[in-house]
């Protein structure tokens, strides 16, 4: 078991907002090993009075735990200024007599490969683990580039590639709904399925993040990483276990399948856009190219929309659109399984019938399936079905976090899963790119743009 852990990137919004927090739900359960031990780092010109300071009042800010906890959490703090680039100062960091170590890169993504360079130079064990924040890579070259440097010292399942859609209760939610019930698995086909939606859709704007966000926009922000994620959890066939290597492998076989984007389709099948001046609810929202901090030299989207197809007889013909964006009119966040209608002969003797549609949330714990139930005299009416399930326990990141303590990999992104998400979005965004697909725009607070006829 992992029994300490170096941060790298201590003194960011992460560390303070969710690693600790998620570090005391933790130790309020009594799940840590003990004498578990944080070593913060970065830039920061901290002692390590200074960084306990920061993160109690981080964990007042964003704890339930209760104030021994949180003090007994700030005492397992120590607090170093380091070069993070700098093999010593990782070796340094890291030490020579001590329990293994996972290290945790809650660093800006342009980080990762020097960062990455130095721990693989460093006094880094096979069995120390690292854990690295998303984005994976900036597209399919750099991804591999990151995947080599990783295997130069450590084994695939000691790397920990955070999405934490994978460690929510998403995962728990779809795999249940389809394998520990009969009435779902036989009829999650193209003969029964016409078409399905991921959508994570936000009225929330750039909330201080736009260093970050003009640097990724919609597409490298949601649909790379969290959306495809949950689109392989609906292509992929049943695993034959339930642990880290048959999960593993259903995902990437189920991403495998996916046809990657042409050119010829590139204005069909993809949108991009960004929002102008607007209201939300009572709030102005200035143009997205006039948020502070925003280079709109860089033509950063805030809206993405991607229909792909998938090559397996299982889903031919099914069109899958992945779309994310900001300051929308409201806030949606689902997967939506849309089936096939039913023959005229029915629909047509039975006004009010609708095909079916089956949602699940992608936040919040709920699955409803719009059902056509009789309505008056010769009618049918649409109803839906709706449940919700017990919230979970842990939020996603304590629960990452302790599935990393044990070393687990089943929740995380393998190399080559993070690798064939890639080599389906990399040419949307050599198209984007060289301008094949102009940028629509839509108002804050509006609908995003129709896709093409
Ligand atoms: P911040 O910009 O808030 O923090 C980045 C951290 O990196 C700071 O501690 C900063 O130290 C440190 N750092 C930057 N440059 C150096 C350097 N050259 N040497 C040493 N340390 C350095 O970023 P976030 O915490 O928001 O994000 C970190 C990672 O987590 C990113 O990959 C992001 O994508 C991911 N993430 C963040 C989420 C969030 O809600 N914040 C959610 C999901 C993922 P200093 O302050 O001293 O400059």
Redesign the pocket.
Known sequence: MIERMVL????????S??LLPAIAQLAQAGLLPPGFAIVG????EWTTQDFRQHIAAGLEQHSTASASTREAVVGMLTFQP????QTEDISRLLGDDRPDTLVYL????S?FEPVLTALAGSKLRRSDAVAI???FGNDLASARHLNEILHLRLPEPTIFRID?FLSSELVRRVVALRFLNRVFEPVWNATQIESVDISWLESLTLEG?A??YDGAGAMKDMVQNHLMEALALVLMEQPARIDARSFRDVRVEALRTVATPTAERMSRDTIRARYTEGSIGSRQVPSYVNEPGVDPGRNTETYASLTLRVDYPRWAGVPFTLRSGKALAEDAAEIAIRFRPLPAYLTDQWPGVEPNVLRIGLNEPYVRLSTTLNGPEKTAEVRELHATTTPPQFTAYAHLILQMLHNDPMLFIRGDEAEESWRIIDPVMKAWAAGQVPMQEYAAGHAPPDPAP
Not at 8 to 15: I, P
Not at 41 to 44: I, Y
């Open positions: 790298l990137g201590a003194s960011g919004d992460l560390a907002r969710l780092a970065s830039n920061a380091t070069d993070v680039t809650a660093l800006p993504p980080l924040e998303k984005p934490h993040r260093t970050y």
